[in-house]
């Protein structure tokens, strides 16, 4: 790579003034960022008068030689470092199953210094590599060829019928131990792709050690749901299976790609609204002893009403089709079958309960005879604290009234440390457990 990588970094909302002599980003930049927003059909970034503001998608943008990286604004007290921001922003990551990684692996990763594309761009390589080395997946194929000698399984019939003048070969079919395969198709696509990408020279070796190990893979031109749909597990390949999800996280974010001659345009990024409430039910299973309250520690932890569907209405008074899936963010279900508590999280910051998330929790409520919901925000700690306002809603089937309950947790928790991890499950435990 030529000229000089330049690394700008903003919290989310942030905004990064475009007039100074100073300014990283020139005119072909932002048509770039309003290519992604018109490709993604979303404002990844927000370009005003004379600025440029990020909004609540946050990763990373490449573009060029510049990386612009978006990370969550925990607001705590003390200004976050971009490292400490960076290193939670992966915490939630792995909590939220969008890195299938162990946590002794995040530590070891962090001590590198770079962008979060670049950290995860070095873990896809070690974590392939270590595999390779202990054995390189290779499957049999069924051949079919015309050779000198009988291998396999002699054609007559075919044989005759297509070359009946051909006596000195023979049509057979064989199986050859291969490593053109569905998997390694898979990893030979994503391996050049972030060749392609890279910033980093480290990595970029890493990737040309790697596409060597798979020169004889057909390389893909692009790969389709049913090239992944070609790959299955088993258990001599299963080692395979968490380093080709994370294969599958980069290629979920392929969309977001632009290519103007030399100029590669990147985006690798996640919405906080949906990575805040994944992150919340990964959290809670993974701590569920210490951040499940006594009367809730046997319930099973449901995400999106995930076995447990509710539909809020049907086309006929008896019968008829159903209309309006609902989908909670989380439902804590007990062993009995019941429904003790709702939970939606909202990634915004309120002082109260607004009338539209009244009425959601309202239908949760109602359809799914729970008469505990609870709704929960990030804190900030910059903004107007939510008053514990509880709010209670009269039961139209009688007995007591729903009960509505706004809770904050904070983000400021440094999720390296173990103690830390823990002062979040207990400070959940408090939300979730109030009578």
Not at 180 to 204: E, K, M, S
Not at 361 to 366: K, L, P, Q
Request: net charge positive.
């Amino acid at each position: 790579m030529t000229g000089i990588m330049t690394l700008v970094s903003l919290f989310e909302h942030q905004s990064i003034s475009l007039i100074g002599e100073d300014v990283p980003f020139q005119e072909m930049h932002l048509r770039q960022l309003e290519r992604l927003n018109h490709q993604a059909g979303v404002d990844l970034v927000r370009l005003g008068y004379r600025q440029l503001r990020a909004t609540s998608y946050v990763g990373v943008i490449q573009l060029g030689n510049i990386t612009l990286q978006i990370l969550p604004k925990v607001d705590a007290t003390d200004p976050v470092s971009v490292d400490n921001a960076v290193a939670n922003l992966l915490w939630m990551l792995v909590y939220a199953g969008e890195l299938p990684i162990h946590e002794n692996e995040v530590s070891s990763l962090l001590k590198k210094k770079g962008n979060l594309f670049e950290i995860l761009v070095q873990l896809f390589c070690s974590r392939l590599s270590k595999q390779l080395k202990s054995g390189f997946h290779r499957t049999y194929r069924q051949q079919k060829d015309l050779l000198p000698v009988l291998k396999g399984r002699w054609l007559f019939g075919e044989q005759v019928c297509k070359h009946p003048l051909l006596r000195e070969r023979f049509l057979v079919a064989y199986d050859e131990f291969s490593e053109d395969n569905p998997l390694n198709r898979v990893f030979c696509y994503v391996i050049h792709l972030l060749w392609g990408l890279t910033q980093d020279p480290a990595n970029r070796r890493r990737l040309d050690i790697l596409r060597m190990w798979f020169d004889q893979v057909t390389l893909l031109p692009h790969i389709s749901d049913q090239d992944l749909a070609k790959v299955i597990f088993t258990r001599l390949n299963a080692a395979y299976c968490p380093i080709f999800n994370l294969a599958c996280t980069f290629l979920g974010q392929e969309s977001l790609r632009l290519r103007a001659g030399r100029t590669q345009t990147f985006a690798f990024l996640f919405d906080m609204n949906l990575l805040f409430e994944r992150f919340v039910v990964g959290f809670l299973r993974r701590h569920r002893r210490q951040a499940l309250p006594e009367r809730l520690s046997r319930c099973d932890i449901l995400a999106q009403g995930m076995g447990e569907p509710r539909w809020l209405a049907r086309t006929e008074a008896t019968g008829g089709v159903k209309k309006f899936r609902l989908k909670p963010d989380i439902l804590l279900r007990t062993p009995d079958q019941s429904i003790a508590l709702v939970i939606d999280t909202k990634y915004k910051v309120c002082s109260e309960i607004q009338q539209g998330d009244a009425f959601q929790m309202h239908a949760y409520a109602t359809r799914y005879k729970c008469l505990d919901v609870l709704l929960l925000y990030p804190e900030s700690q910059t903004a107007l604290r939510m008053k514990p306002q509880t709010l209670y809603i009269e039961n139209s089937e009688g007995g007591s009234p729903i009960r509505m309950r706004p809770k904050t947790i904070g983000l400021c928790y440094d999720l390296q440390l173990p103690n830390k991890r823990d002062e979040l499950a207990n400070e959940l435990k408090q939300a979730l457990g109030e009578k």
